[in-house]
């Protein structure tokens, strides 16, 4: 697809003129206050494409869509609202909508899904448009769905989320979609790939900064957006376009220097790895795939790459590793486009429910969270960050009995908050900057509550 009138903000670096500002400072923050020592299993549910106000906006006590109802208007490209919002082809919503979020579930209800939403790296940043969250329709091949949202009260984690903490300051880490951010969760990085080939690679016009060809690699030649790795399982690709496998270390490098058990548990890699892909099997949601230490047929993989169905039988049986990254599978993961929010989040409700009856139960730290929005529209503007983020808002709950109880934390985090906590719990060493100053959920745990 191609955004030739669109400005790309991501090429000049101009991410410093977002709204907000990190609650950190650019300073290391502390751990949470309490023992972090009590914590023995920390447990990431990662799932897909969707923003804070999408799901949470009619949360009680969160900032949700009463605050969003004082945000600008979406506008067109010479920066005029639209008088009702503009639909694509074939939409079941009306042509008559307003200029305001609306609720999908009157057209479409949340037991199915709604048509997929652009959400690239370079789209992401002209939506954001320096903090005024007011190009998210015109940046869309999906148009008015993108300010689309569903009744809180009737999606089946919110009630966990009422329970626990829900975050509704929590933004993904890397403008775009999927593969960066899957990228960033376990690395805090953005992969290179030096010698893409043209056919990969994104084309900015010299002269007035805007992007006339989208690509999966930046001019100067990092991965942004989807591409796939040397090592299997892939799909059929071009061989000159499969990246070079990756050996900057991650997070479970970070484990495994510590002899500490952890394992990524993702929906259908038995299949997958044998060959076998099952049609919901998304490879890129497989970030560890990519290194090389993880190649295929090696130990490591054999280790830490590991089924949905293992993750289940050890919290079952009180055999969960230190850190479990749980992903499920496409039609279990919320995505827009091939599945629907009701039975994405009744498969999460079975797997937490794993845990909470499982013995691992008393010192465990569920945080449950999406990979980035999926070009749903938020009306929160990220922190200042850097040249890759941070991206929009996205929900985020943190189940345990450690967690606060009803409490909506208005903290600022982002998704390498969750490489913050880990490595403050077992004194590990950060993977990069922001990991490094990233607030490990301070405002979301209570470690001296009894269990």
Known sequence: MRFATWRCEAVALAVAALAACQTTGGRTVSAPAGDLTRINHVVVIYLENRSFDNLYGEFEGADGLESARQSAPQVDAQGTPYRVLPQAAGTPFPADLPNAPFDIGRFVPPSMPTRDLVHRFYQEQTQIDHGHMDRFVLVSDARGLTMGHYHTAELPLAALAKEFTLCDRFFHSAFGGSFLNHQWFIAARTPEYRDAPSSMRAVIDSSSGLLRVDGSVTPDGFVVNTAYSVQGPHPVVAREELMPALTYPTIGDRLSEKQLAWAWYAGGWDQADAGHPSDDFQYHHQPFVYFARYAEGSAARREHIQDERAFIAAARTGA???????????????????????????????????????????????????????????????????????????????????????????????????????????????????????????GALDLARAP
């Open 320 to 442: 969960l590793p230190a850190v479990a990254f749980v992903k499920p599978s496409g039609f279990d993961n919320e995505h827009p486009g091939y599945t629907d929010v009701i039975r994405g989040e009744q498969h999460v409700l079975e797997l937490i429910d794993d845990v909470r009856r499982g013995p691992n139960w008393n010192d465990t730290v569920i945080i449950v969270t999406y990979d980035e929005n999926g070009g749903f529209w938020d009306h929160v503007p990220p922190p200042a960050g850097d040249r890759w983020g941070p991206g929009s808002r996205v929900p985020t709950i943190v189940i345990s009995p450690f967690a606060r109880r009803r409490y909506v934390d208005h903290t600022t985090y982002e998704t390498v908050s969750i490489l913050a906590l880990i490595e403050r719990r077992w004194r590990l060493a950060p993977l990069g900057e922001r990991d490094a100053h990233a607030n490990p959920f301070t």
